[in-house]
């Protein structure tokens, strides 16, 4: 990315308004040199210094992220108080005119610009690394998320096999049983129903089916 469309350029946008053609035409622009650039530098980053607070359903501790930042209450609430003075003024009115009336007010409230700026600044880059800092988070959520599902997945279909197993191994016993017993029963046969029957109603180790069934 050349030098007129740098970190320069982008801090100046915060301030300038442009038209809005030419501003989709540069931003365009832009995202196509960064989606092309080879080792191109990501855009600052805040470190911080504290714990990054969670964002539940994507709803972001703004003040949390910036404290993380080291920014304290005090800076936070310049940008605050700036952004309030532009919220209250006319949609209409001109960008001069608004700077004039913010610094104004500013002025009164006793904020320096450049601590405003400074703030605003610091901001921007703790937003940053906490996208940042999110992303590399759900890098790893995905990366542990495939690995544990793969393992699952291994697990579900030893599992399968497993079960897959069984059920043969059982059918085969019941096969072997029952070709057994056949071959038993020829010997039973072989001595006749009734003196099979007298047998097992005398014999004190053996079940009378009838009783069985009842």
Same mark, same amino acid.
């Given at each position: 990315?050349?030098?007129?469309?740098?970190?320069?350029?982008?801090?100046?946008?915060?301030?300038?308004?442009?038209? @809005? /053609? %030419?501003? *989709?035409?540069?931003? #365009?622009? =832009?995202?196509?040199?960064? +989606?092309? $650039?080879?080792?191109?530098?990501?855009?600052?980053?805040?470190?911080?210094?504290?714990?990054?607070?969670?964002?539940?359903?994507?709803?972001?501790?703004f003040?949390?992220?910036?404290?993380?930042?080291?920014?304290?209450?005090?800076?936070?609430?310049?940008?605050?108080?700036?952004?309030?003075?532009l919220r209250?003024?006319?949609?209409?009115?001109?960008?001069?005119?608004?700077?004039?009336?913010?610094g104004?007010?500013?002025?009164?409230?006793?904020?320096?610009?450049?601590k405003?700026? @400074? /703030? %605003?600044? *610091?901001?921007?880059? #703790?937003? =940053?690394?906490y996208?940042? +800092?999110? $992303?590399?988070?759900?890098?790893?959520?995905?990366?542990?998320?495939?690995?544990?599902?793969?393992?699952?997945?291994?697990q579900?279909?030893?599992?399968?096999?497993?079960?897959?197993e069984r059920v043969?191994?059982?059918?085969?016993?019941?096969?072997?049983?029952?070709?057994?017993?056949?071959?038993?029963?020829?010997?039973?046969?072989?001595?006749?129903?009734?003196?099979v029957?007298?047998?097992?109603?005398?014999?004190?180790?053996?079940?009378d089916?009838?009783?069985r069934?009842?």
């Amino acid at each position: 990315m050349n030098e007129k469309k740098g970190w320069g350029d982008t801090v100046l946008g915060w301030f300038v308004v442009r038209d @809005e /053609a %030419a501003a *989709a035409a540069t931003a #365009a622009e =832009e995202t196509t040199e960064a +989606a092309t $650039a080879v080792g191109g530098a990501e855009p600052p980053a805040a470190t911080f210094t504290g714990e990054l607070p969670a964002a539940p359903g994507g709803n972001v501790d703004f003040p949390g992220v910036y404290t993380a930042a080291g920014i304290d209450e005090e800076h936070q609430s310049f940008v605050g108080k700036a952004a309030d003075l532009l919220r209250n003024l006319p949609a209409q009115t001109e960008p001069a005119v608004k700077r004039q009336i913010v610094g104004a007010s500013l002025k009164a409230f006793g904020v320096p610009v450049e601590k405003i700026i @400074e /703030a %605003a600044v *610091a901001e921007i880059q #703790a937003l =940053e690394g906490y996208i940042q +800092a999110g $992303a590399e988070d759900t890098r790893k959520v995905h990366e542990e998320g495939e690995r544990r599902t793969a393992l699952l997945t291994e697990q579900i279909e030893k599992l399968r096999r497993v079960m897959e197993e069984r059920v043969a191994e059982q059918t085969s016993v019941m096969r072997a049983c029952n070709d057994q017993k056949l071959a038993i029963q020829q010997v039973l046969e072989f001595f006749g129903r009734e003196t099979v029957a007298r047998v097992v109603r005398e014999s004190p180790k053996l079940i009378d089916p009838s009783e069985r069934k009842a």
